[in-house]
């Protein structure tokens, strides 16, 4: 259905989405040359139902949908920035609740250590949730 729906676009908007993306992209490097590193919350909101997100809705309630709950993701994929995040919490029903970390273009290795020295500060690695 969405598909359909973009059949409607022109080559034009297309172009200018691309340079907007771009423009964005060299934004986040901007900041990066100031900070290393950018903490946030992974998702705004905790996990939806399967199916919430579906791209087969055509409701107008979609996109609202879609921001709120990725909110700050959409940064970096958009972007192709890198970015990781890693379950440094649990809420009390035993879900992992993600941090996320940004950095600049180039900089995964940055990423990956940083994901070494917090997983040997809090191993992650045997938290299972409860189903």
Not at 88 to 96: A, F, M, T, V
Request: glycine share 8%; proline share 6%; no cysteine.
């Amino acid at each position: 259905m969405r598909y359909q729906a973009a059949l409607n676009n022109k080559a034009s908007d297309y172009h200018e989405s691309v340079q907007t993306i771009h423009r964005i992209g060299r934004h986040v490097s901007g900041f990066h040359g100031r900070f290393d590193v950018l903490l946030s919350p992974t998702l705004a909101n905790p996990p939806m139902d399967l199916g919430k997100l579906a791209l087969t809705r055509m409701d107008k309630g979609y996109e609202m949908d879609v921001v709120s709950y990725s909110a700050f993701t959409m940064l970096f994929n958009a972007t192709g920035a890198p970015a990781m995040s890693v379950p440094l919490y649990w809420n009390e029903s035993g879900l992992p609740i993600g941090t996320m970390f940004a950095a600049d273009f180039g900089e995964e290795g940055l990423l990956y250590s940083l994901a070494g020295q917090l997983e040997r500060a809090q191993p992650w690695f045997d938290q299972v949730p409860t189903i």
